[in-house]
């Protein structure tokens, strides 16, 4: 509920700044109106660099036994402007996991690297919403009650997010939810496990900085 309160607040504060200064401009002279949507804006050839953090804890209670699930990620990217709305780039990342089910507890750290694609659904201006279609390497280290085990697979996921431009260069980004498709295969050579993921429910969101150079 805290997560959805606040990229209500952050989206609300956002519009409302945008709107703002729209209506701030168009008092202006009209050789001054085109500055607001030229002003902090991705333009065809344009690279970015990014990085997200995310952090989630939660404690589910089930019969009398308490479910407790840390999680913290971080996900850098590096993008190219192939047009007003389309991107392409290179993503890395990393996630660190905690999960304890009464006598239970299972510790993992994934690790990825991955192509992605960007159609940005309102190009030219400093406020915008995308659509990132990825495909990811994963890799995973598992402890399960002190035993090791070490996964490898691959993702094909389809998330939301939006950017604002602060200024000319940087820029707030947010990435939330996600439907995607994920199979590991553990190294021992066990049969890989796939599983859907269909999860918008803010449950999880990733938020950071982007740089344009």
């Known amino acids: 509920m805290k997560k959805i309160l606040l990229l209500i607040i952050t989206i609300a504060s956002f519009s409302f700044a945008n709107a703002q200064e729209h209506h701030n ?7 001054f109106d085109k500055d607001y949507d030229k002003k902090g804006e991705f333009e065809q050839g344009d690279v970015f660099v990014s990085a997200l953090f995310g952090f989630d804890s939660k404690t589910i209670k089930n019969e009398g036994e308490e479910h407790k699930d840390i999680m913290l990620d971080v996900f850098t990217r590096v993008g190219y402007l192939i047009s007003e709305t389309v991107t392409g780039g290179v993503k890395l990342g990393y996630e660190s996991e905690k999960e304890e089910e009464g006598e239970e507890e299972i510790r993992s750290h994934h690790g990825l690297i991955g192509v992605f694609g960007r159609y940005d659904f309102t190009p030219g201006h400093k406020f915008s919403l995308f659509g990132e279609l990825g495909v990811d390497y994963l890799t995973a280290d598992i402890e399960r009650n002190g035993i090791k085990n070490r996964e490898k697979g691959y993702k094909i996921g389809l998330i939301p997010g939006l950017t604002y431009f602060l200024n000319d260069h940087f820029a707030i980004e947010a990435l939330w939810g996600a439907i995607s498709y994920e199979s ?10 796939d599983e859907i993921i269909v999860g918008f429910d803010f449950e999880h969101i990733n938020f950071g900085l982007a740089y344009k150079f």
């Open 25 to 31: 401009n168009t008092t202006k002279e009209h050789h």
């Open 184 to 193: 590991m295969k553990a190294d021992e050579g066990e049969k890989s496990t």
